[in-house]
């Protein structure tokens, strides 16, 4: 299985996923999968805690040796889009999950959440899609070049709230991870995408980390 993310148009609506203490069965058998559509309750799946540290211990360099329970307290409040909360019987609260920029246009992410590290400092930023297909014969466009723009997204809307004025080292490492579901069990691989600098000419050791 690879990464990806389902347009819902204009429905959706925004729902903060509460962190809870119980099990994940918990969560399972809050939702009534038979009245719900399958694109939401795909959300709520993987926006539930104990699902999202799996794939941040996955992902993430830095939290790759850390186990998946201790993860757990590491990741912030999970917004989710849901286009038919009222079939999952969540409740919805009054938070944006838009990326609105007036020349760019507007972009809905699926999951979004902030990551903590070394104590309670906030260091990364995720977002998760769910992809029905990563075809460009469907899609009508590649899907990495909508997962750079989401990553440029997550980076230049940052200004006036991560970092202010010329502060660009408050800028928050960006993870944007795409599950595709339409791969078949041969092609089950995980694909990085990322910037990282590299030397061209010169001698210089250190040119700065990845971004």
Do not use: H
């Amino acid at each position: 299985m690879m990464c990806m993310q389902i347009s819902c148009g204009k429905q959706e609506k925004c729902m903060i996923y509460r962190k809870v203490k119980t099990n994940l069965s918990r969560t399972l058998s809050s939702i009534e999968q038979d009245k719900a559509t399958s694109d939401d309750y795909v959300k709520c799946i993987l926006a539930d805690p104990q699902i999202a540290a799996y794939i941040v211990q996955a992902l993430v360099p830095e939290f790759k040796e850390m186990e998946a329970e201790k993860i757990i307290p590491c990741i912030g409040e999970p917004t989710v889009m849901l286009r038919f909360p009222e079939r999952l019987g969540v409740k919805i609260q009054n938070v944006n999950n838009e990326s609105v920029d007036e020349d760019d246009g507007k972009i809905i992410y699926d999951i979004k959440f902030p990551l903590y590290y070394n104590g309670k400092r906030r260091e990364f930023i995720i977002n998760i899609e769910a992809q029905k297909s990563s075809k460009k014969s469907k899609l009508g466009y590649r899907l990495e070049n909508r997962i750079a723009y989401y990553m440029g997204r997550m980076i230049s809307e940052q200004k006036e709230t991560e970092f202010v004025n010329s502060n660009y080292d408050d800028l928050k490492s960006v993870y944007t991870i795409w599950i595709c579901m339409d791969t078949k069990k041969s092609e089950d691989s995980i694909i990085e995408f990322g910037m990282k600098s590299s030397l061209i000419y010169g001698k210089i050791k250190k040119i700065g980390a990845r971004i």
